[in-house]
């Protein structure tokens, strides 16, 4: 028996404990960077299974299979998606199958690839015998495996397909019954076989389902807080039992006379050990179930933390048998059937399987006509000169091997080794894949509650509200479904009047903080919690969390009995959080399918993948050029949009401004100036260009096709759809952090966010009141004002750009009079000019303001509330505290050595404003 030892990772340990990694997922790109070999070189991997999902997302994301559709096309136009996945997978697994060869030949029993029959075969014996043989003849290496469910049906398959000398992965076992089904089928196969040996077959039992489906049970009775174990201890103990099983059967007389024959034992391969809980080890599964003879096949995202921060302690799999059975019984007498959870779960995997592999076929038949009909790709990067700088980038990345050093969280890419806030940042990168499971359990939520909720209401401020914001304008409530609003302003007069809106007793309140101190949040919390109790005797039910664990909020929720807590992954920052909880949330309580959400962010997670090298890499092509042209000067990007994506660029600007704006460099988002001709614009913009199909104008495209013509950049980007808005999320927040490297700065932090929050603090307690000392111009002492926007205007530097930070209540006319404004500015110096409402953009762009290029103007507008609005349960007002918020901003901006103007205005007075800069500028 292995025993615990020191290896060089503990991927090599583990191997050294006599198991062996699988890694399940495969495509072609895996093969042709090289990065398969690495992996059996660097991780000892063993083997593959195939996963439909993955070559889904492949064939969707990216364009490495175009080519090799494209010939069979040529060859056949009429071939069907059924045909063109079957050629395409043969191929890639043969590829695999050729790569892992060696590791076969000294194994015997590794070095395999597995490849599935339909899972429409899944209770069908006799079609599954046949495509398993029809497979088997076409791959035509000794090192495959046919995989094959351990339904009633597929049982008897196994047994005649053994019996043939067709090495078989049994998959879809989670209980005990299961896997006696499964020995017991293998070892009649075997005795029916001519000969025995040399034919290789894996039992794989599911672990994390089985975890997931018992929390929602505990839960489901209200006993999670009420019993001593958990989802994870039943699924570990329950794959403990079999693994006792396992030696029983083949380390006993059961197996005696074929181990004289030289058979092979059939391994228990763990699957489905990713950890979904995010309060839980990410490689929980992995360290939990080492043992002899043992297979876990686990997808790269496990494989890299594993490798990361795993730990090998020997033979765990057979750890604490006694406490496994005594967890078992618990759960039995807690009243929960395990055999209806494993049965429960089969039945449930089977569509599993389905529904991946039905959406391939429908991703297959969508590239055959891309390819037929010549239609463009969704995104076109127009650089001009700058092609060769961003080519030249890439080249580097390929051979720097960036793609999968980005994957394996190498923080080198951006800082030295030991800089903070970089490998706990990175967790969006596989999000799309990783909250699926939530995502269900999100769904089922938003479901059990629109019945009784009319409004919805986001309370939240910067990465935890903006997402949403985004989301309930691009959307429209699906039929029954409650409308979302988002209030991310502390101005009293847009808290007041949002409550007077409201219906209370039919309104859900989702509060969002990641840390669950954040100021605004939960100032809102305790004022709309005052008013909803003023209503009701229980007010909880009217409140979401959505946070991570741990955090302040969470503990506020339990305490006050909120109607739910959703918990985010930890190591996802706010502004990469849109397809966390705090996004998903929101957007599935207004009936969106954030289940297709989170497919389209996939496919371009697929698009850019470790495996993905530059330049085929999406995610990096874009983060190439975003770096390339800010560096040339062009660090100005401007964004337009079709009518029903308006709202996008908001969150892009975050993204952008919060990760690239610091150290005295980064790039500047323009969200909200009106589309011009080329003539007011200088050399430092690039111009992005998000368009619904269909949606295009004539008046639009003409003016970017005469920017493109003046060899301004041009970014344009179609959407087939609003769910394609997922896939363009992920590109950019890949394409944002990458262009970090270029700039040499760290994405993933806000060193600079800090200083206005403090000196918020300390405005709130100014003798005279936040704001009373500093200077400030009235709009309508006119020859004042024309004096000093003349004074400030003077100072603006062709290359720099001028910033409208506008404390005011949000409203469409406020909106209209400061893009007026906005417009104004522009004409008159030709700078870039953004806008953000205040507070709002403290949390995205003010990063930007105060650790950016140090060449920003900015214009703060300030004015007199109606009202105080008392924040109960606290001794300040929302009157004082965006008084303070401004007063403290101006200060920092200050500090940074920025020039700032302040102006005490209100929505009537902002034409004043517009005609002083118009005067000016005449």
């Avoid at 896997?179 to 070892?187: M, R, S, W």
């Amino acid at each position: 028996m292995p025993t615990a030892q020191t290896a060089d990772t503990p991927t090599r340990a583990v191997r050294a404990e006599g198991q062996s990694l699988w890694l399940d997922y495969i495509r072609r790109s895996l093969m042709e960077s090289g990065q398969l070999q690495r992996l059996v070189d660097e991780d000892a991997l063993r083997g593959l299974t195939s996963n439909p999902a993955i070559f889904e997302k492949a064939i969707g994301g990216s364009s490495e299979y175009d080519d090799a559709i494209t010939a069979f096309l040529t060859e056949d136009p009429s071939m069907d998606a059924a045909t063109i996945y079957e050629r395409l997978a043969v191929e890639d697994i043969r590829r695999a199958a050729d790569t892992l060869r060696p590791v076969y030949e000294e194994t015997g029993v590794d070095g395999v690839v597995s490849l599935e029959v339909s899972p429409h075969l899944a209770h069908d014996t006799e079609g599954t015998i046949a495509e398993a043989r029809r497979l088997w003849d076409a791959v035509n290496r000794p090192n495959l495996m046919i995989k094959v469910p351990a339904t009633d049906e597929g049982i008897p398959a196994i047994e005649q397909l053994l019996s043939e000398g067709i090495n078989v992965n049994v998959t879809l076992m989670f209980s005990l019954d299961h896997y006696e089904k499964v020995a017991q089928a293998y070892l009649r196969g075997l005795r029916r076989a001519d000969d025995p040996s040399g034919i290789v077959s894996v039992a794989s039992f599911f672990v994390s389902r089985v975890a997931r489906e018992v929390d929602h049970r505990l839960d489901e009775r209200g006993l999670t807080d009420a019993v001593d174990f958990d989802g994870s201890d039943v699924a570990i103990a329950n794959a403990r039992m079999a693994y006792r099983r396992f030696e029983e059967i083949f380390h006993g007389d059961d197996f005696a006379d074929l181990r004289e024959q030289g058979a092979f034992v059939q391994r228990p391969l763990w699957a489905s050990t990713s950890t979904k809980d995010p309060t839980r080890s990410d490689v929980l599964y992995v360290e939990s179930l080492i043992g002899e003879e043992t297979v876990n096949t686990i997808p790269p995202d496990t494989l890299d933390a594993f490798r990361d921060h795993g730990t090998v302690h020997g033979q765990t799999v057979t750890d604490g048998l006694d406490r496994a059975e005594a967890v078992l019984r618990r759960l039995e007498e807690a009243g929960i059937d395990l055999d209806d959870v494993t049965e429960t779960l089969q039945a449930r995997g089977v569509e599993k399987f389905a529904t991946p592999f039905d959406d391939l076929m429908d991703a297959l038949d969508e590239k055959r006509e891309a390819i037929t009909a010549h239609l463009p790709d969704p995104i076109s990067l127009h650089l001009h000169e700058h092609e060769a700088a961003v080519a030249e980038r890439l080249d580097a990345w390929r051979e720097d091997d960036f793609a999968c050093r980005m994957w394996r969280r190498d923080p080198t890419l951006w800082a030295d080794e030991d800089t903070p806030e970089i490998t706990n940042r990175l967790g969006w990168l596989d999000l799309p894949e990783s909250m699926q499971e939530q995502a269900e359990e999100i769904t089922a939520f938003a479901e059990d509650v629109h019945a009784d909720v009319d409004d919805v209401v986001v309370l939240g401020m910067g990465g935890s509200s903006l997402a949403p914001d985004v989301f309930s304008k691009v959307f429209d409530p699906a039929d029954g479904c409650p409308d979302v609003t988002v209030l991310d302003s502390t101005h009293p007069d847009a808290v007041t009047a949002l409550a007077d809106d409201l219906a209370l007793e039919r309104t859900l309140f989702v509060v969002a903080s990641k840390s669950g101190t954040t100021t605004e949040t939960l100032s809102f919390f305790r004022y709309f919690w005052d008013r909803v109790a003023g209503v009701t005797d229980t007010p909880g039910d009217h409140f979401v969390a959505t946070t991570d664990p741990g955090s302040n909020l969470e503990e506020i929720a339990e305490g006050r009995d909120f109607r739910a807590v959703f918990r985010a992954p930890s190591d996802v920052g706010g502004r990469y959080s849109a397809l966390t909880p705090f996004g998903l949330v929101p957007a599935a309580l207004m009936g969106v399918d954030i289940e297709q959400l989170l497919d389209r962010a996939w496919a371009a997670e697929a698009g850019s993948d470790f495996c993905v090298e530059a330049p085929n890499n999406s995610g990096l092509e874009l983060g190439a050029a975003l770096g390339e042209l800010a560096t040339a000067g062009r660090d100005k990007v401007t964004f337009f949009t079709s009518p029903t994506l308006e709202s996008f660029p908001a969150w892009q600007e975050q993204l952008i401004a919060e990760s690239t704006g610091k150290d005295d460099t980064g790039i500047v988002p323009v969200a909200d100036e009106p589309l011009a001709n080329p003539g007011a614009y200088g050399d430092d913009r690039v111009f992005a260009y998000f368009y619904l199909h269909g949606e295009q104008d004539r008046d639009t495209i003409e003016t970017l096709s005469a920017l493109d013509e003046a060899g301004h950049p041009v970014i344009s980007v179609r959407l087939d759809d609003r769910y394609d808005l997922a896939r363009e999320m992920y590109r950019w927040e890949m394409g944002v952090a990458a262009a970090g490297a270029v700039l040499g700065i760290h994405p993933f932090n806000q060193p600079n966010v800090e200083a206005a929050k403090r000196l918020a603090r300390e405005a709130m307690q100014a003798e005279h009141g936040a704001g009373s000392d500093t200077h400030t111009v009235a709009a309508d002492d006119h020859d004042v004002l024309e004096r000093e926007l003349a004074d400030w205007l003077d100072a603006a530097d062709e290359t720099g750009y001028l910033g409208v930070q506008a404390y005011l209540a949000p409203s469409d006319e406020t909106t209209a009079a400061l893009t007026d404004l906005v417009t104004a500015l522009r004409d008159a110096t030709g700078c870039a000019t953004t806008l953000g409402y205040g507070p709002r953009f403290l949390h995205s762009t003010g990063q930007l303001h105060k650790g950016g290029p140090p060449n920003g103007l900015f214009l703060q507008l300030v004015d007199a509330p109606s009202g105080e609005a008392p924040v109960p349960e606290a001794d300040y007002t929302f009157a004082e505290l965006i008084a303070a918020q401004a007063a403290g901003d101006h200060q920092a901006l200050r500090e940074a050595d920025r020039t700032v103007l302040r102006v005490q205005v209100d929505v009537s007075g902002l034409g004043r404003v517009v005609d002083a800069v118009a005067a000016r500028g005449a």
